[in-house]
Nanobody
Framework: QVQLVEFGGGLVQAGGSLRLSCAAS????????MGWYRQAPGKQRELVAK???????NYADSAKGRFTISRDNAKKTVYLQMNSLKPEDTAVYYC?????????WGQGTQVTVSS
């Protein structure tokens, strides 16, 4: 049974930081590309950052320079360090694991940034 469990969401003031974690089980974590997506109320889910199985990263323009994605294959965990948070970063953040056409999603964690 595949599980992706996110941790670390919460309420933070604008300019603050949060670190999200996503712990995976039931998959060979090291071969999966991992990503963080977010969905704000009334909006579509969008990519925030991805990290490949080889460690290459890419970011949405909105995340560049502020967010950092990383992974620890030994711990089967992917992280999203979010700095200089803005109210527009408020959303439910989802962890994603992808291998070819196979996708798995976590349940999401709420991030709220107050102004």
């Amino acid at each position: 049974q595949v599980q992706l469990v996110e941790f670390g969401g919460g309420l933070v003031q604008a300019g603050g930081s949060l670190r999200l974690s996503c712990a995976a089980s039931g998959i060979i974590f090291s071969i999966y590309h991992m990503g963080w997506y977010r969905q704000a109320p009334g909006k579509q889910r969008e990519l925030v950052a991805k990290i490949t199985s080889g460690g290459s990263t890419n970011y949405a323009d909105s995340a560049k320079g502020r967010f950092t994605i990383s992974r620890d294959n030994a711990k089967k965990t992917v992280y999203l360090q979010m700095n200089s948070l803005k109210p527009e970063d408020t959303a439910v953040y989802y962890c994603n694991a992808q291998l070819g056409s196979t996708f798995y999603w976590g349940q999401g964690t709420q991030v709220t940034v107050s102004s």
